[in-house]
């Protein structure tokens, strides 16, 4: 157990919807990254936040979004979905802005 | 732009016969290199930083090596509960963002 939550673990919904993913970090972690992981694309970095605030971003799409709230935890909001969406989602969180991250289970998005 | 390569994508092993997996890298200003272990269905686990060229650190049955365009995983006399795919990810000093390579995915016959 990496002491990272996220929820749900499962989602299926249809194209054109939004969902909603939540990450709890590990106590004291300040930051928390986010990756999308599909088959053909390995793991591919979304964003970072350090204490509420954005520090980096990777290819992320405009019709998705994240913020990291006062008590660390961390939303990742995805809309207008589409079929290509379908991917696991992980969350990991670290101290600083490391390299040890701490990785979640993942939560598994499909998009019908 | 930074970029991880690993090979072979794909590796099977008897169990007990060694051998190394490779990472290579192309990144403006290395702050370190981190590899990974991940199960079916299951995150990332960390298992080894390093940070310059020559450094090596090891657990159990496996050793990282780094040099200065690329690294090593070395697995020594491994077992079927080493299968895994093994990633290999780097952090640049310019962006402070962690990218990972596709990975190679280890199975260990017994």
């Known amino acids: 157990d990496s002491g990272v939550t996220q929820t749900p673990k499962h989602l299926i919904t249809a194209t054109g919807q939004r969902v909603t993913l939540r990450c709890s970090p590990r106590?004291?972690?300040?930051?928390v990254y986010w990756y999308q992981q599909s088959l053909d694309q390995g793991l591919q970095f979304l964003i970072h936040?350090?204490?509420?605030?954005?520090?980096a971003k990777g290819n992320i799409l405009e019709r998705f979004s994240a913020q990291q709230f006062p008590d660390l935890h961390s939303e990742l909001n995805l809309s207008s979905l589409e079929l290509g969406d379908s991917a696991l989602y992980f969350c990991a969180s670290s101290v600083q802005g490391a390299g040890e991250l701490f990785f979640g289970e993942g939560s598994r998005l499909t998009v019908l | 732009e930074d970029q991880v390569t690993q090979s072979p994508e794909a590796l099977r092993l008897q169990e007990g016969e060694s051998s190394s997996l490779n990472c290579s890298y192309t990144v403006s200003g290395l702050r370190g290199l981190f590899w990974y272990r991940q199960d079916p269905g299951k995150g990332p686990e960390f298992l080894f930083t390093?940070?310059?060229a020559g450094e090596e650190k090891e657990k159990e049955r496996l050793k990282a090596t780094l040099t200065k365009k690329e690294s090593f995983l070395h697995i020594t006399a491994p077992k079927p509960e080493d299968s895994a795919t093994y990633l290999c990810a780097v952090t640049s000093s310019n962006t402070g963002k962690l990218i990972f390579g596709q990975g190679t995915t280890l199975q260990v016959k017994p």
């Open positions: 106590s004291g972690d300040l930051s």
């Open positions: 936040y350090y204490n509420g605030e954005e520090r």
């Open positions: 390093l940070y310059s």
